[in-house]
Nanobody, 123 residues
Framework: VQLQASGGGSVQPGGSLRLSCAAS????????IGWFRQAPEKEREWVSC?????????YYLDSVKGRFTISKDSAKRTVYLQMNSLKPEDTAVYYCSADYAGCKSRPSSVDYWGKGTLVTVSS
């Protein structure tokens, strides 16, 4: 199982970014894919998840509901996190994860991690 997150960058408050998580070595639809983030000097926190069904259900951290959207393109083996109306408090390294048993909200429970991508929201 390999995951590669990309798409991070620097944006001003109110801006948008789309993160991508490219999956290889496993069948994407068999795993729940999550996004976590870790801000400087803070613990890693769960952000969003899409379940392993082909028409996966989606879940969000309360503070990103209405601003972030997770989606999946099984043909491209990629999961996306569209982030709109970004705020300075969204600044963090974002990681994608894969779990066979379903969405996980505790970092210690995650099966597989990808390398992170840095998102900086600043004026």
């Amino acid at each position: 199982v390999q995951l590669q997150a990309s798409g991070g960058g620097s944006v001003q408050p109110g801006g948008s970014l789309r993160l991508s998580c490219a999956a290889s070595g496993f069948t994407l639809d068999y795993y729940a894919i999550g996004w976590f983030r870790q801000a400087p000097e803070k613990e890693r926190e769960w952000v969003s998840c899409i379940t392993r069904r082909s028409d996966g259900s989606t879940y969000y951290l309360d503070s990103v509901k209405g601003r972030f959207t997770i989606s999946k393109d099984s043909a491209k083996r990629t999961v996306y996190l569209q982030m709109n109306s970004l705020k300075p408090e969204d600044t963090a390294v974002y990681y994608c994860s894969a779990d066979y048993a379903g969405c996980k909200s505790r970092p210690s429970s995650v099966d597989y991690w990808g390398k992170g991508t840095l998102v900086t929201v600043s004026s």
